[in-house]
């Protein structure tokens, strides 16, 4: 068993909205392993994306306790939690979210240099990550709106990579990408979990969930199922079948 | 129409602190200029209604003695003359004396009359203000301060004697009411002007009032008719003014008030037109989408700039109506301090004109800023503004790459906003650039005016000394002898100021020295020199400039009947008689005529009392002393009127200034962070915290604010004496040498670029409210 990562007790979290008030997590006690593949699946509404953006501090519950090692993260001021993201997290957004402002390369350096002083250091381990996600010297000189959305996303994961997180969280990183591109980001993505990142993505998607070794499946703010499966193998199908037979059972 | 109101009034709703602003600055523009307007135009005609009202002179001279050959002659000399309307002579007593007047002495001619014989006259009539019905004496309403109202005690010196009365009541006269009109009016009541003319402490006298058919004719007119005089009575004793003189003045605060004013109001309307064209450019940047989606509804470019222009000329009238109404609330306070320099009662009415050209000239300026800058609608095609104005061919630079810069990431960050927010970068500019000239004047009138009024005092008053005591022409050499062995006096000399008339030109006032080297403020030939010889004369730049004369011209001067040519050897700049002065060595002037009397100033050693050592020399002269004057107190008490008017400009510019940084920075942030939420959103979800996006929304505006902070302080500095001279040409100024407090400026600047920065790091926390998970559910 690989150490927890991050784990939450009683995690809640409600909106209200004019006086109504929406239960969107549920109680969830959960612990997050290192070196997992984590994927959150669930129909629209489940709470996936909430909770998603709690475990990594991009918002704060409303009860409960997300701790990452020793650390509450759920009682971190919103700048402390900036530095808690800056420190051990990782973004892949859906919209990738680059600055328009900036170069490809400057996108990943502004993450970069918030911990990193070195910017020799720096910019060679930059160009390190985007010969991996094979983004050229030219395209790393381009602006976002230069580049397609494929290379916008791989982009985004070496941005997210820049600080060598602990965790890195993907929010539908395939969601605005066709399937050629998609099917290369989840590539990419693999490849890292390979080499011992640790993942946690939101799909709703079951070529992207195929890529996870471990599925949690929310139904109505609350995990309804976990399911281990192994390393990720490509064209493994007992192991795809398994992945099926747990949707089933969660009436996906 | 409908439907620009529909969009012109979602766009408001959209853009309520934007809105405010802007509403704010053309409120205070309109505010401003109308208050402008007011003062030049009806304000100004104050003097000229009055002048009507009391059917007052355009030109008055008092002369000492009655005698009927000379009232004969005088009378006769009018009679002849075609351009005289009508005219009446008066009997009076009247010499050179002055009174207690904010904490300083007045000095000039005094004419005293029985109250109610003033107010009767046909030409030149006085008109009381306030009146306490006991017996006393009555001033001129200008001299009603709060030392100096009803009640109190004046001190009014004549000669070599001291009065002391009680002041009870004040008076207006247009002619004769201010220290600025050389001749100034005291009303007795029966019973003290009995008693006063009893004491003959001062001469009978003759007050001719002359009324001209042309009121344009009055200074050639004042001129020819003293000459005459003096032709034929060469040793009388008299005392003049005119209309154009006393107009001018009379209202020089005005002049200079309405003169900065007009700057500001201009100013600011600058500033706000650099706001609107930002705030637009910037809405269409934002709103790209949104025109697209109305552009392929088929909504026109002309439409889309039309509900813009609504928009704004709504915001730009409404706030032109409301600065326009507000000046209403603060001209009695303005009017309060003009009063205090001008002395003429003013009673304030609505002004359509002035109201009218406030509005028409902000919502044309505003109107003009809209068209022109949202001209660029018409260049963007639906499809182009869909794709959020991507266009096919990219010219975008990446300025600042982090791979390659050495500065540290924050400062780099603020400076890619810098490089990438012209429009921005020109708001910032321009209205620091204002500001900093502001800022510079400010300074200039601190270091000048409040702090120490030398400089201003030279340059309004010319010379100056310690005391000034005037003695009779038969008692000259023994008085220098007394002074020259005096080892109190520090240095005496010659500076007698006696009227000439310029052959075909105007009358005026010629200070006669022996020797010009001896004086205090050597600025006052500020080209050319100070005459040496008897044939030359230093003239006043202003009349010079009039009359084309040139340094190297000859001119012809006249007095007492005889006429001589002159070498201009140089321009002289003072304030004395508006701009309407010479220099001349006494040998010079007695080409013309002999002194009557000579008026020595006197630098005194540091420990010597001034007024003991004047008393001493009234006592030993006792006779032959015509008057002898405290310069530095009565100095002190005419110029008060001007730092108080000033200290209340310096303190309202600093105000204003402060105010409009606050106001550009807020539209400027509020528009920054709209447009840079999702860039802030996604820097905050990579772990920038909110103050790094404080510090680098605050450090973007600083390279424009700094650099223009620095140019506009070195333009001002450049600029501001010449502008000066501009506002001050009026009274005879025209070349400004006012020091400049390079300290004061260059504190000011800091303080303007920390207090911006302070400023914009406080409207940059609303950065805290952008969090990441916000973009994420945004969108």
Known sequence: MSDILLKTEKLCKTFSNGGLQQHVLKNIDLELYDGDFTVIMGASGAGKSTLLYALSGMDTPTLGKISFGDKVISDMSQDALSVFRRQHCGFVFQQIYLIDGMSVMDNVLAAGLLVQKDRKSLVQKAKALFAAVDIDEETQKKFPSQISGGQAQRVGIVRALINSPRILFADEPTGALNSKTGLDVLDTLTKFNECGQSIVMVTHDLRSARRGNRILYLKDGA?????????????????????????????? | MGKYFLVARSNLRKAKGQSAVIVALILLAALMLNLWLMLSTDYAENFERYHDKLNAEHVTLSITGVDKAQTDFISRTLDEDARVSEYRHDECVGMIGGFSYNGGMTNMWLVFMEKQYALDRSIGKAEVIEDSGK?????????????????????????????????????????????????????????????FVALEYAPKSVLWSVRLKDASDNAQFRA???????????????????YDTVAQARYISQNICSGILCAMAFLVLLIAIVVIVSNIINYIQVNIKNLGVLKSTGYTSKQLVLALL???????????????????????????????????????????????????????????????????IRKIEPITALRSGIVTHNFKKNRVPLEKTK??????????????????????????????????????????????????????VGETADSCISVHAEAEARFVEQLNSDVRVEKAYLFNSINIAHVGGMELLATVSDDFSAVNNKNVVFEGRFPKYDNEMAVAAKYAGEKDIEIGDTVKFSACGKTADYLVCGFTQMTNNLGKDCLITRAGYERLGELTEASYYIDLKPSVDIDESNAEMKEKFAGD???AINIAQTVDGASRVYVSLMTFIVIAILAVSALIIAFVLYLLVRTMLATKMRDYGILKSVGYTTGQLVLQTALSFMPSLIISTIVGLVVGCLIINPLMSLFLSSIGVVKCTFGIPIGFVSIAGVVLIVLSFGIACLLSLKARKISPRNLLVGE
Request: proline content about 4%; aromatic content about 10%.
């Open chain 2, 224 to 242: 020819q008719f003293k000459n005459a005089i003096a032709e034929r009575f060469p040793s009388v004793n008299m005392m003049s003014n005119d």
């Open chain 1, 223 to 252: 995990v309804l199922g976990d399911c281990k499966l192994g390393k990720y193998e490509h064209g493994n199908e007992e192991r795809h079948e398994k992945l099926s037979a747990f949707l089933r059972d969660m009436e996906w």
């Open chain 2, 625 to 627: 002393v015509n008057i």
């Open chain 2, 407 to 460: 500065a540290p990431l924050n400062f780099a960050l603020a400076l890619k906003t810098t490089l990438s927010n012209m429009k921005h970068n020109v708001t910032v500019c321009v209205t620091m650039l204002v500001l900093s000239v502001l800022v510079v004047f400010s300074g200039l009138m601190t270091e000048n005016v409040i702090a120490d009024m030398t400089p201003f005092v030279n340059l309004i």
């Open chain 2, 135 to 195: 017996s006393g004496v009555y001033l001129p309403m200008l001299y009603k301060t709060d030392d100096m109202g009803v009640g109190a005690t004046v001190q009014i010196s004549v000669g070599s004697y001291i009065v002391s009365y009680e002041v009870c009541g004040f008076f207006n006269s247009v002619m004769m009411g201010s220290h600025n009109c050389s001749l100034t009016q005291i009303l007795f009541t029966p019973d003290l002007y009995e008693q």
């Open chain 2, 310 to 376: 609504t928009q704004f000329l709504s915001l730009a009238f409404l706030a032109s109506v409301a600065g326009s109404a507000l000046s209403y609330g603060v001209f009695p306070s303005i009017s309060v301090m003009m009063i205090s320099q001008t002395g003429i009662p003013y009673a304030m009415r609505f002004l359509p004109l002035p109201v009218f050209i406030s509005i028409a000239v902000l919502c044309g300026a505003v109107a003009l800023a809209v068209w022109l800058a949202a001209r660029r």
